[in-house]
């Protein structure tokens, strides 16, 4: 073993292979769900070096995880506990390689930050519409490799239709150049749609070509207060119809996620938090002008208002109070962790079904679990809630987690089932679900799953027990 450190560092260098000392950066996720033990991190700086790093890895039949920023929500970035897997960090490769504004496409190493491509696309006055909570810390690799959703999907889609090639170093150490930026290529099996959202189970991604955009003229945030579940939809329905493509942004957000931003970020004001059941963002974006933009948002709000299914609306007056606005809805997650460990689901229905499917999956935990707190918010124009479960007020959460998580997955991923949904609907399997999985997707597709898994990564060194259980 000692034999392989040597090597990686004669790879990478040896300040860039990180073994003892405090690791948690790289061994913790993000939830604090699982404390890993690392053999090393080892951070490469190259596509050739990360080819080198898994060549000697997998001729030592030792593990590899991939991470990008470790923002993942499933405990899919971090080792296991056996002190056998080494971390392969990208973040030393952040290097924007090309962009074309003709092509509308940048080509940009996998440990880029997602705000640092956000910026240098605006700086070349063009859009890259990914868009999260996460995007001060989270890699495009890592982006990739989660198939990450975010604030926009309704509009430009989720990661993976934002990509158009990919560079992957394969298990066994080669590396495929796929950086194509092509919008057409019908050349056989889609290999870069493999490795999108394969949690890296199938290859490290080491740079990618991803799809611009041109920036609208404006672009304007409502909130408004609604009723009921079925209001936010029916709202949602009247914003489809009146904005059209405008539409970039809907989410939901429940008065107790609402609550809890409140209670740990005193100075941010929340609006409406104390006299509406469900809160509502909209993000309108307008390729004519400010004026067109706040036209047709106070046209649709007026008519949401009159109809009932809003109660009270504000439009921000200018670029601040947008991110003011955009704020609370992005420091729920944060408020969330402030208030102590959570089970969380994030789950997709048919928008149609979300308020029935609330409406009873709230009322059967309530009666299970007295004083229980429903955490429920998230990207409502997906289908897409993030149906999150916390400890009565006061209560345990280690206790709480150790004695109902398992009862709660059960009972809320049968209902996702019953209403045909999906059990993750952007964070991926990791190592938190992957117990459920063959409960919820079909032998057929599991059997396929595990026989691409088999082929590309015969040995089981990529990401062992993430996903797929083989
Ligand atoms: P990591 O956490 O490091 O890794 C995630 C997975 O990808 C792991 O399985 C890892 O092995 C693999 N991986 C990472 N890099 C590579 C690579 N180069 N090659 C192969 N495999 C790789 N997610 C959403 O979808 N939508 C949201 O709105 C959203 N909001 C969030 C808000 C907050 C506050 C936080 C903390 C997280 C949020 N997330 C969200 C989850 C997370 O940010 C995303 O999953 C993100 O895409 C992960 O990127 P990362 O670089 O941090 O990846
Ligand atoms: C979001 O939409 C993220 O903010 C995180 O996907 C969701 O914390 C969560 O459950
Ligand atoms: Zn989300």
Redo the contacts with the bound molecule.
């Keep these: 073993m000692n034999d392989l450190i040597s090597q990686l560092q004669s790879l990478v260098g040896a300040a860039h292979v990180l073994v003892g000392g405090d690791l948690s950066a790289y061994e913790l996720d993000?939830r604090r769900r699982q404390h890993g033990k690392a053999f090393a991190v080892v951070r490469p700086a190259s596509t050739a070096e990360v080819a080198a790093v898994v060549r000697a890895c997998a001729a030592a039949g030792t593990p590899i995880?991939?991470?990008?920023?470790?923002?993942?929500?499933v405990v899919?970035?971090t080792p296991d506990t056996s002190g056998t897997q080494v971390v392969l960090s990208?973040q030393r490769m952040q290097a924007v390689r090309d962009l074309d504004s003709a092509n509308l496409t940048v080509t940009v190493e996998?440990?880029c930050v997602l705000q640092s491509l956000q910026e240098r696309a605006r700086e070349a006055g063009l859009l890259f519409p990914l868009s999260?909570?996460?995007e001060g810390?989270?890699?495009i690799?890592?982006?990739?490799?989660?198939n990450?959703?975010?604030?926009q999907v309704l509009r430009y889609g989720n990661?993976r239709d934002l990509c158009l090639g990919i560079e992957v170093v394969t298990p066994q150490g080669e590396t495929w150049e796929g950086l194509s930026g092509l919008r057409k290529d019908n050349t056989g099996y889609d290999l870069r749609d493999l490795f999108i959202g394969?949690?890296?189970t199938l290859?490290?991604?080491?740079a990618a070509t991803l799809k611009l955009y041109p920036l609208p003229a404006a672009t304007l945030t409502a909130w408004a207060a609604v009723p009921t579940m079925e209001a936010a939809v029916q709202l949602l329905t009247m914003a489809r119809r009146k904005l059209g493509a405008g539409l970039t942004g809907f989410e939901v957000m429940g008065q107790f996620a609402l609550s809890l931003v409140a209670r740990h970020y005193p100075q941010m004001r929340v609006p409406f938090v104390q006299d509406s059941p469900w809160c509502v963002l909209l993000e309108n974006a307008d390729h004519e002008s400010e004026e067109h933009a706040r036209a047709q948002f106070e046209s649709l709000l007026e008519a949401a208002l009159e109809a009932g299914c809003a109660t009270d609306a504000v439009v921000a007056e200018n670029i601040a109070q947008a991110r003011q606005l955009w704020h609370v809805r992005?420091s729920i997650?944060?408020a969330q962790a402030e208030e102590g460990l959570n089970i969380k689901h994030d789950i997709s229905l048919p928008i149609s079904s979300i308020p029935a499917f609330c409406a009873e999956t709230d009322a059967r935990l309530v009666r299970e679990i007295p004083g229980v707190r429903l955490v429920n918010f998230g990207?409502l124009g997906d289908g897409n809630l993030h149906y999150n479960v916390q400890a009565p007020e006061g209560g345990d959460a280690v206790a709480f987690l150790r004695e109902r998580e398992h009862a709660v997955n059960d009972l809320v991923h049968r209902q996702v089932a019953r209403f045909k949904g999906s059990i993750s609907a952007?964070?991926?399997v990791?190592s938190l679900k992957v117990d459920s999985l063959p409960t919820y997707k079909s032998a057929v597709a599991l059997s396929m799953m595990r026989a691409v898994k088999r082929a590309l990564d015969p040995a089981n060194l990529m990401?062992p027990g993430?996903v797929l259980r083989l």
């Design positions: 993000w995880v991939p991470q990008g920023g470790n923002t993942g929500m899919g970035s990208l996998a440990g999260l909570a996460a810390s989270c890699t690799g890592g982006n990739l490799a989660t990450a959703g975010g604030t990661t394969s949690e890296g290859g490290v991604i080491t992005e997650p944060l990207h952007e964070h991926g990791g990401n993430k």
